[in-house]
């Protein structure tokens, strides 16, 4: 069982950068592939990153072209996302999730979510 506790998110402008974290519970993270995703009001759920267990593999959705980047600390249980260049189209709720299986995509196949952390992008 691993809890998961995103912080960091708030308001920025357009441009501007946020680093979101995300502390999970347990002894085990380091066994946990984990991945961020966002919702915004009215639309369906969406991928944004993944990063393996040892995290030297990251993956990312097609829209973040360059500007996030996923990290993990397993020594602190922590997974990051610094997020650059935002736009006011990134305005959603962010969740970070776990799952012990192979990478994925999907979050129908991420046992474990955290709460969310709003970010809010203003033009």
């Known amino acids: 069982q691993v809890q998961l506790d995103e912080s960091g998110g708030g308001l920025v402008q357009a441009g501007g950068s946020l680093r979101l974290s995300c502390a999970a519970s347990g002894r085990t993270f380091g066994n946990y592939v984990m991945g961020w995703f966002r919702q915004a009001p009215g639309k369906e759920r969406e991928f944004v990153a993944a990063i393996s267990r040892s995290g030297q593999l990251t993956y990312y959705g097609d829209f973040v072209k360059g500007r996030f980047t996923i990290s993990r600390d397993n020594a602190k249980n922590t997974v990051y996302l610094q997020m650059n260049g935002l736009k006011p189209e990134d305005t959603a709720v962010y969740y970070c999730?776990?799952?012990?299986?192979?990478?994925?995509?999907?979050?129908?196949?991420?046992?474990?979510w955290g709460q969310g952390t709003q970010v809010t992008v203003s033009s």
């Open positions: 999730a776990g799952r012990q299986g192979l990478r994925s995509i999907s979050g129908n196949d991420y046992d474990y």
